[in-house]
Structures are given as C-alpha cells and as structure tokens.
C-alpha cells in the first residue's frame, strides 16, 4: 500500500504542528508541513512555505493526496484592524478558497478544512448542546469568515468532486496552549482570588490530543467524506470546576470567590468586557454522538489526563 501524501497547513501553529508531529509517526502517511516562518519542523519532514495572501507561493500538490488546513487569521480578544470582518475574509475566505482550488486542480482528493465552534454560535442553554447540523449562528467577524470559508469549500466540492470534510473544535488546550488559557494558569500559580467560584456553568473543549487524533481519522475514513464534524473531549465542565482542576494540577488550589455571575456580567458591561464575560460565564456544549456513529470515534485521551500534561507543561516552562 503506497502512503497517502498529506500537506498540512499552519504547520507553525498550536494544531498543525501537534498534527504534523503525529503523522510523523505513522509509517502509512509522509506530512509536508506547509510554513509562513520559520520552524522546528524544518529538518524533519518536508517543508514548504505558504502565505495564503500570495497565491504564487502556493506549492505544487500534484502528489498530494489530503489537505489539512489549519491555517487562519485567528480570532483576537482586541481587534484592531479598521474592517475586521474584510481582514479575516482576506485570508479565511479568499484565502482558504485559492488554496483549495488549486488543490483541486492538483488532484487532491480531500480537503479538511479546520474550522470553529464559532461558527454555531456564541452560547448553548443547559441540556442543548450544538449539534453538527444545526443552524450557523455565526457573531464576530472571524466566526463569519469562518462561516463563509466552509460554504465556499462545500461548493467546489460540489463542483469539482473534491471531498470536503469541515471539523469545528471548541476551545483547544494541550501542552504550550496560549492566550486564555495560559492566563488562567498565570492566575493560578500567584494565587490570584479569582470571583469565579459561582459560575455553574459547562463548556466543552477538546485537547490537543484529542483534535489531532480526530483529524488523523478523517484523513482516510472514507464516511468522513463531505461531513462536518463537531469534536470535543467528551467531558463538559464548568469554569469553576476547570479552575479548581488546573489548580490541583499545578499544586496550586484555586482560591475561588463566589460571586454571583449577573452582578460580575453587568460589572464586565460597564467595564467594555462583555465578550470575556460571555466565554468565562457562558455555556458552550457540543454533542459529539455523530462521531463514534459514523465513524467509531471516542477520545482516546482522558480530561485527566489533558489537564495534567498541559500543567505539567506549564510548570517546566517557569522553572
């Protein structure tokens, strides 16, 4: 059996990286990280550099036979940009497209397209969680984008006969995980009073672990096929109860204060936060039940274990 040529964009990235780290061991698969800048991959595996804003930069994929592209203009708390909307479609949208027509030119047979929860929607109300085929309820500009990007794909898909399979995680954490996630570890280890210990509410997230296990399988599972799939841990909890699991985690109990969430929600809208209110307080639940039923999908890795390795992690890099 030949192995199946798969280019993975945003190889630089929290995702594509850990992707390309874990094709590297699977002896019926050759990786080609396709980079904007500089990286430890290079050395290890093919390497080719991409800059979705310039098409001639665009490596040949007429070998290949799968692209995973996970590379974007990723969401930011504080946008600075005049037109945000047209900067993530700059490179979400008209970017993702070129890319995967030119892949389809080349012959590529599937396009998996790493996308967001975000495109459901902000929020879930206890006991209905996002389903993969629910509505797009799409808010900000790089949910949006986002959005557009996957109806685009679906149709040259159509067109073309390129497989298109769109996977939208929530939250992703693992080992060197950044932004909120780093910053409520940094609380935790000062032992910062946090007035979070009300919050009672459940988030799915999904560790690097398992996201890159879930690609992994929709590489080659012929039922992936022009799906979208909504994957997670498969273990909700609230912020409260992550807090106080990251705590323990880092030998650090968090000091929770309970604070009922309406007040510190209206205290957050006069303060401008409203949108980090939202993801600290908020529900956000996926079901990932057309995963194991279409493809025998389970997460292979424990919360547990997610939150230990991302702690530990997070204490040798201080030392």
Same mark, same amino acid.
């Given at each position: 059996m030949s192995e199946t040529r798969v280019l993975v964009t945003g190889a630089s990235g929290f995702v594509g990286e850990a992707l390309v780290f874990r094709l590297l061991l699977?002896?019926?698969?050759?990786?080609?990280?396709?980079?904007?800048?500089s990286s430890r991959l290079q050395g290890l595996c093919t390497t080719v550099f991409l800059d979705l804003n310039q098409v001639n930069t665009f490596p040949a994929l007429n070998n290949v036979n799968v692209v995973v592209h996970a590379a974007a203009r990723?969401?930011?708390?504080?946008?600075?940009?005049?037109?945000?909307?047209?900067?993530?479609? *700059?490179? *979400?949208? *008209?970017?993702?497209?070129?890319?995967?027509?030119h892949a389809a030119a080349s012959g590529v047979k599937r396009f998996i397209f790493v996308s967001s929860i975000k495109?459901?929607?902000?929020?879930?109300?206890?006991?209905?969680?996002?389903?993969?085929?629910?509505?797009?309820?799409?808010?900000?500009?790089?949910?949006?984008?986002?959005?557009?990007?996957?109806e685009q794909l679906k149709l040259l898909g159509q067109e073309c006969g390129m497989e298109i399979v769109i996977v939208r995680p929530p939250l992703v954490y693992g080992p060197g995980v950044k932004a909120?996630?780093?910053?409520?570890?940094s609380w935790l280890h000062r032992n910062i009073p946090l007035p979070l210990g009300a919050i009672d509410n459940r988030r799915s997230l999904v560790s690097i672990g398992n996201l890159v296990d879930f690609l992994v399988m929709c590489i080659d599972h012929p039922r992936a096929s022009?799906?979208?799939?909504?994957?997670?841990?498969?273990?909700d909890m609230s912020t409260s109860q992550l807090l106080r699991r990251l705590g323990n985690g880092i030998n650090k109990p968090a000091r929770l204060l309970s604070i009922p969430f309406w007040l510190?929600?209206?205290?957050?809208?006069?303060?401008?936060?409203?949108?980090?209110?939202?993801?600290?307080?908020?529900?956000?639940?996926?079901?990932?039940?057309?995963?194991?039923?279409?493809?025998?999908?389970?997460?292979?890795?424990?919360?547990?274990?997610?939150?230990?390795?991302t702690a530990r992690h997070f204490l040798e890099k201080r030392r």
């Open positions: 699977d002896k019926k698969i050759m990786p080609i990280a396709a980079l904007r800048k990723v969401h930011v708390m504080n946008e600075t940009a005049a037109d945000a909307l047209e900067e993530f479609r *700059n490179v *979400n949208v *008209n970017g993702t497209l070129k890319l995967a027509q495109v459901n929607g902000e929020r879930t109300y206890r006991g209905k969680p996002f389903l993969a085929n629910d509505p797009p309820a799409p808010v900000d500009p790089y949910a949006i984008s986002k959005h557009e990007a996957e909120n996630f780093q910053s409520m570890l022009n799906n979208t799939f909504l994957v997670s841990d498969g273990e510190l929600r209206f205290m957050a809208i006069l303060a401008g936060k409203k949108a980090i209110a939202g993801r600290l307080g908020d529900s956000l639940q996926v079901d990932i039940h057309k995963n194991q039923e279409l493809l025998g999908w389970i997460p292979p890795v424990s919360v547990d274990k997610s939150l230990r390795q």
